[in-house]
């Protein structure tokens, strides 16, 4: 007998049509998959109805893996093979990954995304993620009873295109329709319903196990626009147990530990700080290897200033992310809280005080994602309640654009358009004749692409040969729900076209894209004047291109001191554009413009005289009374 | 003539109705679809229909249209947890015979 749920009136499913959809938190400590049950948004438990899946995977030898609690048991015994916070490896190459000396992990560099050598073979974070992925629709689909239509998966806000196409490929893997990638602080503001209510300024406080991360998100018409964003990936719960094992240390007098009763006392100190959610004093006792007793009670007192300066450092990225934002406390209507972290009454306290309000926090901070990736994935299944007819929206992170002539970015589409978007921009060639046009496609918010993160290249091959800026390459961006981006460039007179969907090598660290958007604010000014200076380069060299072409052709037309002149105008422009020097430039330029002035001037008599030579001027009548008539017939 | 709920389902319909946040009660449904002939439905209702017959249960209103009592009359709704799914059960004296998968049942 099948199990049912309740529907929204009229909605009911016609028998086998069920709409079956999950929402996926794909953490870097754990993950967890929740769905839309009777209209409430429930995570899915695991058969012992443990709700969450440690986002660890262990490879064997003979080619089987172990996902989750089991995998992360053997942790401890076999670290090379286990692999744990496989997130952070996503879209990266083996130059991103800092710190990579300290892990257990034998790396090795493939084109594109790194590879991690174990018993199973070298697997891709792509493959280590897809794993967890399966694991989570086995489970999804056991809770469920059918086969899934598809699921929202969450992605930090400052994913770009090549971490997002990873997680989808990873889906893909793991045989999971992906109806949309969502920003996890936007999936915790729906799951508090701020979607369909309010209008404002949010932020998102997420702290994690070992990450804190601070959004900044604006809601204006159903749409998400996470305006800053900022964080440390080196601060979360694990710091807080530290202090606390420090602490027991200390007031236990205890002398240097061994692995096991460092690792006994850890656990007490984890335990410790759980138990101080809900009460004023926790006991800590224990008996050591070493003999030694452990028997102390911390009270939140205490725990609150031990942890003092942990919880004032994530306060640092909050207002930094305000800054970047152009907001003050003010203006922000409501703070969710996310990560198992924020129970922690001294962090509930920080972030009421200084937002001046009570952060929200009625949802599980552990859940609250995933059910907020659920509702999403429940409403782009098809299964809307009334009411409910909004779409939500997301935005790019980052501006993407492409390479023109001179190293400088043209922005095609900038950053926080609403996805999906499409958007289209002409440009011409730079030189006679010209056949081929290498687009460079580009992300990050500098003028100079040396400056931004190069995301793909391709050609646009068998433009017709013609004087420079006649031809009309038409390059058109498209952004899918998702934040994937293709790139397509048709030459309109010829209809010649190339096309390629972004897989880019790989992407940028997190650091990377909060360097790059600190530096375009700090270069604003900078970059202008590089940009001047660079399209006066450009200039030069365009005029420098025409006139050769024009000596080559009608060198006869001038004397022999003017064509010194030139030359010398030519050589001096020519220095001059190879400093950085623009004003230099523009006067070699307006020098050598007017010194060719007449050069053209006869050029032009010339050209026309030929046109007409040897013609007589009935058989110029002629030709365009044959021309007319002959449109006619 | 008696539609029921067990105490089990009448609490999950509880909880479900007050985070829906409006709602009056259950609606009872058989359509005709499906591999076996007939199928249920089970929706929340905003309102009730003027022909509606009605029946508490465990503090629960539940709502059923004319057509589908004949097929309905003695079921009882139980809630019911298999492995991981979990889920409304319509344990009804009426049907004859069910599809595999019990969604659709002829009477």
Known sequence: MALLQIVEPGESAAPHEHRLAVGIDLGTTNSLVATVRSGLAVVLRDELGRPLLPSVVRYLADGSSEVGYEAQAGQALDPRNTIGSVKRFMGRGIADIAGREAMPYVFDDAPGMLRIDTAGGLKSPVEVSADILRTLRLRAEASLGGALLGAVITVPAYFDEAQRQATKDAAKLAGLPVLRLLNEPTAAAIAYGLDNSAEGIYAVYDLGGGTFDISILKLSRGIFEVLATGGDSALGGDDFDHRIFCWILEAAKLRPLSVEDASVLLARAREAKEYLTCHGVAPISGRLNSGEVVDLQLSTEIFAEITQTLVAKTMQPVKKALRDAGLSVSDVKGVVMVGGSTRMPQVQRAVGKFFRQDPLNNLDPDKVVALGAATQANLLAGNRAAGDDWLLLDVIPLSLGLETMGGLVEKIIPRNSTIPTARAQEFTTFRDGQTALAIQVVQGERELVSDCRSLARFELRGIPPLVAGAARIRVSFQVDADGLLAVSAREQTSGVEASIVVKPSYGLSDDEIATMLKDSLAHVKDDALQRALKESQVDARRLLEAVRAALAADADLLAADERARVDSDIARLESAALADNRRQIMLAMDDLEADTKDFAARRMDKSIRRAFAGRHINELEGDSVAAKTGEVA | ?107
């Open chain 2, 1 to 107: 003539m008696a539609v029921t709920l067990s105490e089990r389902a009448a609490r999950h319909v509880a909880n479900y109705m007050v985070k829906r946040g409006k709602g009056i009660g259950l609606r009872l449904a058989v359509r005709t679809s499906g591999c076996s002939g007939m199928a249920y439905k089970l929706e929340f209702a905003d309102t009730a229909q003027p022909d509606d017959i009605e029946f508490e249960s465990h503090g629960v209103r539940v709502l059923i249209d004319p057509k589908s009592m004949p097929y309905l009359d003695g079921t009882e709704l139980d809630y019911a947890r298999e492995g991981l799914n979990e889920g409304f059960k319509f344990n009804n004296p009426n049907v004859k015979d069910a599809c595999g998968c019990g969604e659709s049942f002829n009477v």
